[in-house]
Every structure is written in C-alpha cells, then in structure tokens.
C-alpha cells in the first residue's frame, strides 16, 4: 500500500511540475482551453469521415401528387432520422411551388413541368436542375366508358380528347397551373383544341380532389398514376387510355438559390439543408426506395427512379 501511494504522490508531482513549465496564452482561461479541445474533437471526426447531423429544418414544395400518392410519407421520416433535418412539406401544383421559390418561401422543389423548371433555373432563382423520378399520366373515366375510348383509342391520348370534346362530354380540368394542368393544356393544343364550355369544368383543385369530383360526376380527367392508383380502391373510375409517349411525366428536384435575394430573404433560406436533401434524395440507396415504393400494394412501382450520378 505504501509503494502504491509513493508512485501516485510521484506521478502528481510530475504532471503539477510539466503544467507549470507549459506556456500560456496571456488570458487564456479554463472555458477556452475546452473550446480548444471541442474544436479538436470536431476536426477528429471530419478528418476521419464520419458525417454529422446537419439538423435544422427545410421547406419543400412539392405537387400534390407526391403527396396525394404517400411517397412523401414513405420517404421523409428516413431523411429526417438519418440527419436530423426536419422537412416542412408545402403540396401545392407546380406553378404555386415554382412561385414559392421565386418568392424566396421556400428551401427546396420537387415539381413535374421541365420547361417550366428550367426556366425557373436560368433565371437565377434555381441553383440547378436535375431528373428524380418518372411515372406517366393516364385518363381515367366511368367504368363503363360510354364514349368507348379504351376499345377506339387505348393508347391515344389526342384521339381520346377530341372524342370527349367533340361529343362534349363532361371533362374535369385541374385548373390550377399544376404541372397535371400544363401536360393536360399542352394534350389540347397539341389536339388543336381549345376547351371550354359547360363539359369542361375547372376544379382548381389538387389530383385527389380532382379525383373524387371525376367519380362523383362519372366524368373523365387526366390523373398522375400514382395518385389514381393510391385512391383506386374508393372510387368507381378505370384507365381509360394509357402507353401513350405523350403522357410521360418527369419529376425534378431544384434548390433555391439564395443569392438572387437580398440579406433578408437569403439568411431564412437553408442552402445546406436543401443541398443534403437533394444529395440524398439522388443517392443510389433513396433511387432504390423510390423504385420500391408500391409494388407489394399495387404490383408496380408508382414511381420509376432515374437519377443519373455526376
């Protein structure tokens, strides 16, 4: 016991001796020595590559599609576990969100109109651009089809609208500058029509909406698949025409640019934030949730991953 207390009173007197001899920043207190040693602790683990929480909280707005279709709540609560990031989600159509981004209300898009989007890039209001996803728009209708477009014209899109228009039956618009609107307003000029009239009725309204009013008048729209498919089970509609190359529909994925704000608007806007939700939302391991998400429900996957990796 003796031997032992000798060694401990030796190895004090030592270590007081070399704290004594060690320099000192003038003024350098027990608080600063700690923020020393915090800072290298940080550093250790940078260097060896171990990624820490950016935390925080982002604003995406998105389509009421990846809403309406449960992708988002699929998806998100893995992202926000893995970094902490808390995500604000914000369905609107795709003009609103696009508007939102303009106006500096939000961190992050997740829109399905690429012209429109690029457009938005080279304004300066995006920082870029790239592909997410794929899934295709369909028309639906009554299940007894009484204008007979599924036998005529399965798989054609400007041949199934003329029909609806010439005969003037009731058709069901979003009506909401969504990126649904703008496919189904480019289908009609491509069709050389111009829709009006008391068959065509604007809801203003997202797809699900849309949805419930189309089987409520048993009319015909053009609906996202995934949201009809999410839905198919409550209402009394079928794909009436499908396949058609005209009804591709591409989601991208774009982070507000901050800098073509002032101070005020730039300091609320998380860059970083929205940086790591695109970085994960493009990873090969989220591609592959994505591509997942509805098979066992629906037998096919709502949605198709094509990110391509720089």
Request: proline residues 4%; charged residues 30%; negative net charge.
């Amino acid at each position: 016991m003796k031997r032992i207390l000798a060694l401990t009173l030796s190895i004090l007197l030592i270590f007081t001796v070399l704290v004594g001899c060690t320099p000192k920043d003038e003024g350098q207190d027990v608080g600063e020595v700690e923020e020393n040693v915090d800072s290298v602790e940080e550093n250790d683990v940078v260097e060896n590559g171990v990624e820490e929480e950016t935390g925080g909280r982002i604003i995406l707005a998105t389509t009421t599609s990846t809403q309406d279709s449960g992708l988002l709540d699929y998806i998100l609560p893995i992202f926000e576990e893995e970094t902490g990031i808390e995500v604000d989600v914000i369905a609107v159509g795709t003009g609103k969100a696009l508007q939102m981004g303009r106006d500096g209300d939000a961190d992050i898009l997740l829109v399905h109109a690429k012209e429109s989007e690029e457009e938005f890039v080279a304004e300066g209001y995006g920082k870029v651009r790239k592909d997410v996803m794929y899934n295709d728009f369909i028309l639906v209708g009554p299940k007894e089809d009484p204008l007979n477009l599924k036998e005529n014209s399965p798989n054609d899109i400007l041949e199934g609208l003329k029909t609806i228009a010439k005969n003037e039956y009731t058709f069901i618009s979003r009506g909401d500058d969504s990126g649904t609107h703008k496919k189904e307003l480019s289908i009609w000029k491509e069709a050389q029509i111009e829709p009006a009239g008391e068959w065509y009725l604007e809801a203003g309204s997202g797809m699900g909406d849309v949805l419930k009013i189309t089987d409520e008048k048993q009319a015909y729209t053009i609906s996202d698949r995934a949201t009809y498919l999410s839905m198919r089970d409550t209402l009394d509609l079928d794909i009436i025409i499908e396949g058609d190359e005209n009804l591709f529909n591409q989601y991208g994925i774009i982070p507000v640019n901050p800098e073509k704000f002032d101070d005020e608007v730039k300091e609320r806007i998380n860059e970083e934030g929205a940086e790591r939700f695109m970085d994960w939302l493009l990873s090969p391991d989220t591609q592959l949730l994505i591509g997942e998400y509805g098979v066992e429900e629906y037998g096919m996957p709502l949605f198709v991953p094509n990110a391509k990796l720089d």
